[in-house]
């Protein structure tokens, strides 16, 4: 990809993402997208920790779901949606800021294997992974067969 059709990308991704009304109620924000890769970004408020001070598992599982549907939905070229995944919470989610950084591991014409790490940002930058996802992404019901 040129760095315009980059750009044009990542601006399309960030329409979808716009238009889902519970990513716009958490405050997410898509850092990075490419075919196949995928870097969603939330900042850490309070009403999104739970009672110990750390993010709600909730919120990290929100932020693994969209961050594996992206990097399979870009892989496939067709709409999407997430049919499992599983998660392993690491440790505790402590930090002023969540990435989920997602890959497509194996795509075929019906679905996309996706892995997810999430990590932890610190004030200073510092970077703490905290959550293991993989998932499986699959065409939408009435997706064409074909790349689009």
Do not use: W
């Given at each position: 990809m040129t760095p315009e059709e980059q750009q044009l990308f990542?601006?399309?991704g960030r329409e979808v993402?716009?238009?889902q009304?519970?990513?716009?109620l958490l405050g997410a924000e898509l850092a990075t997208l490419r075919p196949g890769h995928c870097t969603l970004a939330l900042a850490l408020r309070d009403d999104l920790k739970q009672q110990h001070g750390f993010a709600h598992g909730g919120v990290v599982s929100y932020l693994v779901?969209?961050?594996l549907t992206y990097a399979g939905g870009t892989a496939m070229r067709v709409p999407v949606v997430t049919s499992e995944f599983k998660i392993n919470y690491l440790r505790p989610a402590v930090g002023v800021r969540l990435l989920a950084r997602a890959d497509?591991?194996?795509v075929s014409k019906s679905q996309a294997v996706c892995r997810c790490e999430v990590f932890a940002v610190a004030e200073d930058?510092?970077?703490k992974l905290c959550a293991?996802?993989?998932g499986t992404i699959v065409r939408k019901g009435d997706a064409p067969p074909?790349?689009?």
């Amino acid at each position: 990809m040129t760095p315009e059709e980059q750009q044009l990308f990542l601006e399309l991704g960030r329409e979808v993402l716009a238009s889902q009304p519970f990513s716009v109620l958490l405050g997410a924000e898509l850092a990075t997208l490419r075919p196949g890769h995928c870097t969603l970004a939330l900042a850490l408020r309070d009403d999104l920790k739970q009672q110990h001070g750390f993010a709600h598992g909730g919120v990290v599982s929100y932020l693994v779901d969209n961050a594996l549907t992206y990097a399979g939905g870009t892989a496939m070229r067709v709409p999407v949606v997430t049919s499992e995944f599983k998660i392993n919470y690491l440790r505790p989610a402590v930090g002023v800021r969540l990435l989920a950084r997602a890959d497509a591991v194996h795509v075929s014409k019906s679905q996309a294997v996706c892995r997810c790490e999430v990590f932890a940002v610190a004030e200073d930058g510092s970077e703490k992974l905290c959550a293991l996802s993989q998932g499986t992404i699959v065409r939408k019901g009435d997706a064409p067969p074909g790349p689009v």
